[in-house]
C-alpha cells in the first residue's frame, strides 16, 4: 500500500520535499505505522484524554500544555469539541498532539482548513512539518544495513557514539553485499539490534528524528527500516542472533541490575534504552562483547 500512495499523491510529496526537506518515504512510513495511512486513527474523546492524563501521576507535564492547544483548535472549528483519537491525546493519520497541529498544520490543499483526519496533502505537508522541526537533515541518510566483522571493537557500537564511515571502513564494516562502504562525509552510529550476531546497521543524525517522533527504539528502527524499504532498499538480513530472554529472564536480568545500582526504570521484561545501556556497561566489567543484547550468558554470570 506504501508504494500506492507514494504514486497516487507524487506530487504532494514533491512539494513537501521541496518545502521542508523530507524525503516521501520517510512521512510514507510515519503515516503507515501510525494509522494504517488513516485507517484507524483511535475512538478516544481527546479532551476528555488530555484532562485525565493531566491529572494522572506518571507523566502529567506532558500533557497539560496540550489542552490550551486543544481547545484553541475547538474554538477556531478545526475540529469538533467531541473529536477522538489516540488514547494520548494524538489526532489525525499520523497521530499529531495538538501542540504539533496547532503550530505545524499546514493547508496542503489549500481549502482554508487544516484537516488531518480526512485530507491526505494536509497530513503530508504537515506531517512532514514535524519532521523538519524535530531536526531532520536536507538530503541526509537515515539508516544503512551494514555487515559487521567479528573482531569488530565491540564497545564502539551504539546508537550515540557516531563516528566517521572512514573510521567503521577501518575496522572492516562493508556494506551487505561485502563491498567496501563508500564515505559521504557524515558520521554515524552502529546500531545492533539483536546483538553482534543480528543485523547490523548505520544509523546517521536523523535517524535521531525517529526517537524525537517517538522514544521507543523498536518503534524508530522499524520505522526507519520501512522507509527504507519505500526507498528501494532490499530487506535486511535478520542473520542469526544469539536466543534472547524471555520475559521472566528479562525481569530477573532488570532485577539484577537493580540491585548493581543502575536504573533501568521500571523491572517490565522489556528491553528499553536504560536497560541496553546497563547490559553493555556489564558486558564491558565481565569481559563480553560489547553489544547491549541480554543473553543467558549474561544473566548467568550476573
Not at 488513516?38 to 500544555?65: E, I, K, M, W
Not at 553482534?196 to 518503534?219: C, H, I, K, M
Amino acid at each position: 500500500q506504501g508504494a500506492v500512495i507514494l504514486k497516487e499523491y507524487a506530487d504532494v510529496f514533491a512539494r513537501a520535499d521541496r518545502e521542508f526537506g523530507v524525503q516521501a518515504p520517510v512521512i510514507a512510513a510515519f503515516w503507515a505505522l501510525e494509522t494504517d495511512f488513516g485507517a484507524v486513527q483511535g475512538d478516544f474523546q481527546t479532551l476528555n484524554a488530555l484532562v485525565t492524563l493531566s491529572h494522572d501521576c506518571r507523566r502529567p507535564q506532558l500533557f497539560r500544555p496540550q489542552i490550551v492547544p486543544l481547545l484553541t483548535l475547538i474554538d477556531r472549528g478545526v475540529v469538533p469539541a467531541d473529536v477522538t483519537g489516540a488514547w494520548a491525546g494524538e489526532i489525525g493519520q499520523t497521530q499529531m498532539l495538538p501542540s504539533d497541529y496547532l503550530g505545524r498544520g499546514v493547508d496542503g490543499d489549500d481549502d482554508e482548513v487544516i484537516d488531518l483526519r480526512g485530507s491526505a496533502p494536509d497530513v503530508i505537508m504537515t506531517t512532514a512539518n514535524k519532521i523538519m522541526s524535530r531536526g531532520w537533515k536536507r538530503d541526509q541518510p537515515w539508516i544503512e544495513e551494514v555487515r559487521a566483522p567479528d573482531d569488530l571493537p565491540w564497545d564502539q557500537t551504539g546508537r550515540t557514539n557516531k563516528l566517521p564511515l572512514a573510521q567503521w571502513a577501518q575496522w572492516g564494516v562493508t556494506n551487505p553485499n561485502s563491498t567496501p562502504l563508500v564515505d559521504n562525509g557524515l558520521k554515524a552510529g552502529l546500531a545492533l539490534p539483536m546483538g553482534r550476531n543480528g543485523p547490523a546497521f548505520l544509523v546517521y543524525d536523523n535517524f535521531d528524528v525517529y526517537l524525537e517522533w517517538n522514544q521507543s527504539f523498536t518503534y524508530a528502527l522499524t520505522a526507519a527500516n520501512l522507509a527504507a524499504r519505500l526507498a528501494g532498499a532490499p530487506q535486511f538480513d535478520p542473520r542469526n542472533p544469539e536466543p534472547g530472554l524471555n520475559g521472566d529472564q528479562m525481569r530477573a536480568l532488570q532485577t539484577k541490575l537493580e540491585a548493581r545500582g543502575y536504573d533501568v526504570g521500571t523491572v517490565d521484561g522489556i528491553l528499553g534504552t536504560n536497560t541496553r545501556e546497563a547490559i553493555r556497561k556489564e558486558q564491558m566489567r565481565l569481559g563480553l562483547p560489547v553489544d547491549g543484547w541480554p543473553t543467558p550468558e549474561l544473566l548467568a554470570k550476573l
